[in-house]
């Protein structure tokens, strides 16, 4: 009897944590609105680590996006551009800043009509303070050496 009593909370406390292990892990297909796509249409946006929405991220952390789009036109440069806003825009560094090159999983020219997956990172900044209200982020690709907007999708975030 005491035996029991005794494992089975410390068998609960051990799932628990493997639970929390597992879902930070997770790969989350999120919520997003499309905020002005002229080139493409996104059909799916990944983020990892997020088990909720909106995602949560830990301050001091890297995130992983995947970013799934249908191209209706070709063009020969994708380049990224995101930003918050907290009261104003502010830049967010998104990995690499040309999706052609350094990871990005494209090649350019990107061709019309064609199904392509842009994979990007970013470090969540440590030293601000946590954003415990959603706050909106805008990642925006842009083509045609920046004059045209390729895709643009808005989501909202959290930080601790
Ligand atoms: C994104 O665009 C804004 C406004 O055009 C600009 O101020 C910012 O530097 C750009 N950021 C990147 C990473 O290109
Ligand atoms: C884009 O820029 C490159 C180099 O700056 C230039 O060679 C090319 O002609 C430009 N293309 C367009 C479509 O403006
Ligand atoms: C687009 O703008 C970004 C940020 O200003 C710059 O780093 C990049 O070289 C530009 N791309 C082209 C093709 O001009």
């Known amino acids: 009897?005491?035996?029991i009593s005794y494992v089975v909370p410390q068998i609960a406390i051990l799932s628990s944590l493997l639970c929390t292990v597992t879902v930070w892990a997770q790969t989350r297909p999120i919520m997003f609105q499309d905020c002005g796509s002229e080139g493409s249409r996104v059909s799916q946006v990944r983020i990892t680590p997020c088990s909720s929405d909106p995602c949560v991220f830990v301050?001091?952390?890297k995130?992983?996006?995947?970013?799934?789009?249908?191209?209706?036109?070709?063009?020969?440069?994708?380049?990224?551009?995101?930003?918050?806003t907290i009261f104003y825009p502010m830049a967010v560094p998104i990995?690499?800043?040309?999706?052609?090159?350094?990871?990005?999983?494209?090649?350019c020219p990107l061709a019309?009509?064609?199904?392509?997956t842009?994979?990007?990172?970013?470090?969540?900044l440590r030293s601000p303070p946590p954003l415990y209200l959603p706050v909106p982020m805008i990642a925006r690709m842009y083509g045609d050496n920046n004059s045209t907007v390729i895709f643009c999708i808005k989501f909202?975030?959290?930080?601790?």
């Open 1 to 3: 009897m005491l035996t």
């Open 59 to 61: 301050r001091g952390t």
């Open 63 to 84: 995130l992983h996006a995947e970013v799934d789009f249908l191209t209706t036109r070709a063009s020969p440069t994708a380049d990224i551009n995101a930003t918050i």
């Open 95 to 107: 990995l690499p800043a040309n999706a052609c090159v350094g990871g990005g999983g494209l090649s």
């Open 112 to 116: 019309a009509n064609t199904l392509y």
């Open 118 to 124: 842009f994979t990007g990172h970013a470090q969540v």
């Open 156 to 160: 909202n975030l959290e930080t601790r």
